[in-house]
C-alpha cells in the first residue's frame, strides 16, 4: 500500500500550493503499486518538487517490514511500516477520503475502483478488452443506460406513477424482486446469475479494502 498527498490543479492558473491537500492510498499487489508509483512518479522524482508540483509520497505499508522499508528507500519514501494498521494509525498521515484499488485475476486481468467521500467522481463502470469496450453509465450501480463499443442502449425503468424511492433508480429493484420470485419458484437455494460464491468473494474484497485503510466496526 501506498499512501500520498494530493493536491488538484485547477482551471484558471490557481497556485496548486494554496489548495488543501488531499489523502488517497493506493492498496494492491506489490507488483502492481510498484508499476502504478513509477507511472505517477516518473524515474525523476524528488520529494521536495513533488510537493510543490501537487503530489508527494509520504508512507508505505506492507505485511513485511523489510520489503515495506527496501520499497521506501528505493523511492525516497519517508515512511514505511510492517502492517496496514499501523499506516493507517499514523496521525500524520491523515484520514482517507478517497481510496484507489488495484485488483489482478487470473488470465493476466486487472480491475480497479475509486471512491471518495469528498470528491464528486464519475460513478460510471468501464469493461475494456480486445474486441472493444463497454461503458455502464452513471449511477453504475443501478443504470439504465449501456454504451457498447460505441453504441448506446437504454433500459428504461417500469413505470410507477405515484411512487417515491429512497434512492435513484429504485424502481429497478423489481427486476431483482421478480428474479429472486423465479428461483423460489423453481427450489433454488441460490442465484444462477448471482451464485453465492459470487457474493462471497466481493465481501472478501470489501473486507481486505477495510482493513487495509483501518476501517473497523464495532
Not at 142 to 159: A, D, I, R, S
Amino acid at each position: 500500500m501506498v499512501k500520498y498527498d494530493r493536491k488538484e490543479l485547477r482551471p484558471g492558473g490557481m497556485d496548486p500550493e494554496q489548495l488543501p491537500p488531499q489523502k488517497e492510498e493506493i492498496w494492491g499487489l506489490e507488483t502492481d503499486v510498484e508499476r502504478w508509483v513509477k507511472e505517477l512518479l516518473g524515474d525523476s522524482y524528488k520529494p521536495a518538487e513533488a510537493f510543490v508540483s501537487g503530489l508527494l509520497v509520504v508512507a508505505v505499508a506492507a505485511r513485511d517490514l523489510s520489503r515495506a522499508k527496501e520499497f521506501a528507500r528505493k523511492h525516497d519514501i519517508p515512511k514505511a511500516y510492517g502492517s496496514y494498521e499501523e499506516l493507517a494509525k499514523d496521525p500524520n498521515v491523515g484520514v482517507d477520503d478517497t481510496v484507489t484499488v488495484l485488483l489482478q485475476y487470473p488470465g493476466e486481468l486487472q480491475a480497479s475502483f475509486t471512491c471518495s467521500i469528498c470528491a464528486p467522481l464519475s460513478n460510471t463502470a468501464s469493461v475494456s478488452g480486445t474486441k472493444g469496450m463497454a461503458q455502464v453509465l452513471e449511477p453504475f450501480w443501478c443504470p439504465t443506460e449501456l454504451v457498447v463499443k460505441g453504441e448506446h442502449k437504454e433500459f428504461p425503468l417500469p413505470p410507477t406513477p405515484g411512487k417515491e424511492f429512497n434512492f435513484p433508480n429504485g424502481a429497478g429493484m423489481v427486476y431483482e424482486a421478480k428474479h429472486v420470485r423465479e428461483c423460489l419458484r423453481k427450489g433454488l437455494k441460490e442465484s444462477p446469475v448471482m451464485p453465492l460464491v459470487e457474493s462471497e468473494l466481493l465481501a472478501d474484497i470489501l473486507e481486505e479494502v477495510r482493513k487495509a485503510i483501518g476501517v473497523t466496526f464495532p
